[in-house]
């Protein structure tokens, strides 16, 4: 559940904060009061794109910080959140912030952690589902209509595997297109893939090599100036009348006299017997090292034909020579299959007939499910909407199914073989029509209501966001939609704005939005009521605060 929601210098809301409860919130005020900055602010901390226009004006930006409880999280957040290198959950709490500044600069954090706005959305999609006023449109699309029948069925697992057996038939297909070409464009592949691995083959490349070549050669390329000083520091060590061994010599004899003359000067004679085989060691390192300097020109020939024969290859092939030698490998691994061609597509043939045959299996057994499970949800949702007001209504699912052609190019979709189309008969006495045939933006508020009625139970996200859903509907009937706000919220917190009187006295939690004028700035701000408070703004929602309106409010309350 959403537990606290800070809004700072967003639009009207200079410093809000709201604590929410469980079950069902609901939030009132007038007309431009700044319930719609609420939404917004959830919109922007689930990943929505960001509109440097709602930074408050005379602010440098805006910050929305969301704390959400996900002890019960169905979703797979640790998962998720070591995957992408975000900190944990402490106490089983979620903090999300998102940041905007004037300057257009976005910043969005998890757990404190900076974070991508596509993983803040994908966490996003895990913990709220917002409906706004036009949001029942969605009822409209196949697919959604396809989603609610499947999640009401319990049948996201096998909707999965259909999915991947339909990515796979996909990839087949792309694999069986690649081979497939003319015979001129067949020619020309052959001749560049032997061409690439004939060249790379030839330079038999070996992992790291390039930096020991490149080392050698800059090595043998100053082979004259490098004797040069290394005959020059021998010197200066051992081979001239005033080298480093012949000083020490003598200081050797004046510290041997001086030991003689007083033990007590041992560690001073030691140290110096150190220094000399220090100094011995350097001279046959350095006698090591320019018998391997090596003046060949021969050599030096050599290195820079295969320095040159490495940095051609990187220039074609990859930045680096690991890159040179992986795509070696994989245009080998491409020209055998272009070689082998008819086995090849014989191969795929094969696999694309068993992924085929599984697909029609899975399919027809997703159909079956799907058939079994339209009586019960319609059954579950004609009670609902007569709840609702529609008493002799009637609510149909229409589904049909297309055979998967064993030979078909055409790719499948991921959802099934299916396509299904919500029906409803709000009159008795008429045909059953498409939802998409309603007019009535009431009616469709109302369906969607009640389809999220049935669907409380089955559906994973906890926390149910209705703005103004509620609209074009009053009378019982809103008393009614009160009692599915409050029948939800057994099941998933609720957050509803609306402006029905009914709807708000029906929450557990009743929070009203009220705009003020504070040092010449307009503010918006937010408070939860009390039992008093509550009688007053049902009263003000009901047309005024009359003795008659504040009786009704206390009877809604009651």
């Given amino acids: 559940m959403l537990i606290t929601l800070r809004i700072k210098n967003l639009a009207l809301a200079a410093d809000v904060t709201l604590d929410l409860k469980p079950g069902c919130n609901v939030i009132t005020g007038e007309t431009g009061a700044g319930k719609s900055i609420l939404i917004g602010a959830l919109n922007l901390i689930l990943g929505e794109r960001a509109d440097r226009g709602l930074v408050r004006t005379g602010a440098d930006g805006c910050s929305v910080e969301a ?15 070591d995957e992408n290198g975000l900190d944990g959950c402490e106490d089983g709490q979620l903090v999300l912030k998102r940041t905007l500044t004037t300057s257009g600069t976005n910043r969005q954090f998890v757990n404190g952690s900076p974070t991508t706005l596509a993983a803040l959305a994908a966490i996003g999609e895990w913990l709220v589902d917002i409906h706004g006023p036009h949001e029942h449109q969605s009822l409209l699309q196949p697919a959604k209509q396809l989603a609610i029948l499947d999640a009401f069925a319990g049948l996201e697992s096998e909707r999965a595997a259909f999915g991947e057996l339909a990515r796979r038939r996909g990839e087949i297909l792309a694999a069986k297109a690649a081979l497939i070409v003319d015979e001129q464009t067949y020619a020309r592949q052959l001749d560049l893939l032997r061409f690439q691995t004939g ?7 070996q992992p790291g090599e390039d930096e020991q070549i490149d080392q050698d050669y800059r090595r043998a390329s100053n082979s004259a100036r490098l004797i040069q000083l290394g005959q020059s520091a021998l010197d200066l060590l051992s081979e001239s009348d005033t080298s480093l061994l012949t000083q020490a010599g003598a200081v050797g004899r004046a510290l041997q006299e001086l030991h003689r003359l007083d033990p007590g000067a ?21 006698t090591r090292y320019l018998d391997k300097v090596d003046l060949d020109p021969e050599r030096l020939r050599e290195l820079e034909e295969r320095l040159n024969v490495i ?17 070696g490998a994989q245009a080998t691994e491409t020209l055998r299959g272009l070689e082998q061609r008819d086995a090849e597509l014989a191969r795929l043939d094969e696999q694309l007939g068993r992924v085929n045959t599984e697909l029609a299996r899975a399919g027809a057994a997703l159909t079956a499910r799907r058939r079994k499970a339209i ?26 199914t297309e055979a998967a052609a064993a030979d078909s190019k055409s790719p499948i979709a991921l959802a099934g073989l299916d396509t299904i189309e919500f029906q409803f008969a709000p009159n008795p006495g008429e045909p059953a029509k498409p939802l998409r ?38 009378g019982e009937t809103a008393n009614a939609v009160g009692d599915k706000m409050r029948q939800i919220a057994r ?10 009187p009914q709807v708000a006295a029906a929450a557990s939690a009743h929070y009203a939005v009220t705009k003020h004028v504070r040092s010449g700035r307009t503010v918006s701000e937010i408070q939860l009521l009390d039992q008093k408070e509550r009688v007053t703004e049902l009263a003000r929602m009901l047309g005024g605060q009359t003795d008659a309106a504040r009786k009704h409010a206390e009877a809604l309350l009651a």
């Fill in 437 to 474: 045939a309603i007019a009535s933006s009431g009616e469709l508020a109302r369906v969607m209501l009640a389809l999220k009625t049935v669907l409380a139970a089955e559906d994973k996200i906890p926390v149910l966001v209705f703005d103004e859903v509620d609209a074009n509907v009053g």
């Fill in 491 to 500: 099941q998933r917190q609720v957050l509803c704005i609306t402006h029905l």
């Fill in 266 to 286: 041992a560690e001073i004679l030691s140290r110096h017997e150190q220094s000399v085989a220090a100094i011995r060691d350097v001279q046959s390192e350095l």
């Fill in 67 to 81: 704390v959400f409880d996900v002890t019960r999280l169905a979703a797979p957040l640790p998962a998720f959140l």
């Fill in 199 to 205: 060249e790379i083959f030839a330079a038999r490349l």
């Fill in 375 to 400: 009586p019960q949800l319609c059954q579950a949702a004609t009670r609902q909407l007569a709840d609702l007001g529609f008493k002799q209504s009637r609510f149909d699912v229409a589904l049909s």
């Fill in 311 to 327: 940095q051609s290859l990187k220039r074609k092939y990859g930045a680096t020579l690991a890159d040179v030698i992986a795509f």
